[in-house]
T-cell receptor
Framework: DQQVKQNSPSLSVQEGRISILNCDYT??????FLWYKKYPAEGPTFLIS?????DKNEDGRFTVFLNKSAKHLSLHIVPSQPGDSAVYFC????????????FGQGTRLTINP | GAGVSQSPSNKVTEKGKDVELRCDPI?????LYWYRQSLGQGLEFLIY????????KSGLPSDRFSAERTGGSVSTLTIQRTQQEDSAVYLC???????????FGPGTRLTVL
């Protein structure tokens, strides 16, 4: 039962353009969402998060949008840079005070020069 | 300050042997988590320690897996009688009690031959 889904295993974007990574979830009790970035042979690095009481959070080139009714969130990176090439994981927290992250499968983003 | 550290970075073992993986969380973080990432998969929750509370062991895949956290700091994940399907990257994360964001270590890559 995959509660957090990233349906695109890979995405290729031209440098300077916008990268949009998508994530869907099934459990309406999730109330906090996070994006992590992972380089090979390293642990995931926290990027940006959003609480379910908001619909947008912005931090520099990174913006996360949350659509609760659609149970969908997205990460926008603009402008995309070569160093953004990595695997991006969406994760969800919540319900009954649980603090364990539920991760999606990840999307491999490649930024082409 | 120092981030989460894990040792060893790589471990190769023979099927049936026991292994111990170590995690040093960020100083002052009260919560500690173990996750694993199998090849081509997302991150899977294993176990969660919060302060002096009983750990949440709901993600441990079998009774061959156990973990302890001594003195509210360092944690050891033990896998007994390793099997080939235990091969994965084992990731540790820690969190400050006031925040939702978890910070990950670099992981231990376990290979069971």
């Amino acid at each position: 039962d995959q509660q957090v889904k990233q349906n695109s295993p890979s995405l290729s974007v031209q440098e300077g353009r916008i990268s949009i990574l998508n994530c869907d979830y099934t459990n309406s009790m999730f109330d906090y969402f996070l994006w992590y970035k992972k380089y090979p042979a390293e642990g995931p690095t926290f990027l940006i998060s959003i609480s379910s009481i908001k619909d947008k959070n912005e931090d520099g080139r990174f913006t996360v949008f949350l659509n609760k009714s659609a149970k969908h969130l997205s990460l926008h990176i603009v402008p995309s840079q070569p160093g953004d090439s990595a695997v991006y994981f969406c994760a969800a927290l919540g319900y009954q005070g649980a603090q364990k992250l539920v991760f999606g499968q990840g999307t491999r983003l490649t930024i082409n020069p | 300050g120092a981030g989460v550290s894990q040792s060893p970075s790589n471990k190769v073992t023979e099927k049936g042997k026991d292994v111990e993986l170590r995690c040093d969380p960020i100083s002052g973080h009260t919560a500690l988590y173990w996750y694993r990432q199998s090849l081509g998969q997302g991150l899977e929750f294993l176990i969660y320690f919060q302060g002096n509370s009983a750990p949440d062991k709901s993600g441990l895949p079998s009774d061959r897996f156990s973990a302890e956290r001594t003195g509210g700091s360092v944690s050891t994940l033990t896998i007994q009688r390793t099997q080939q399907e235990d091969s994965a990257v084992y990731l540790c994360a820690s969190r400050s009690g006031n925040y939702n964001e978890q910070f990950f270590g670099p992981g231990t890559r376990l290979t069971v031959l």
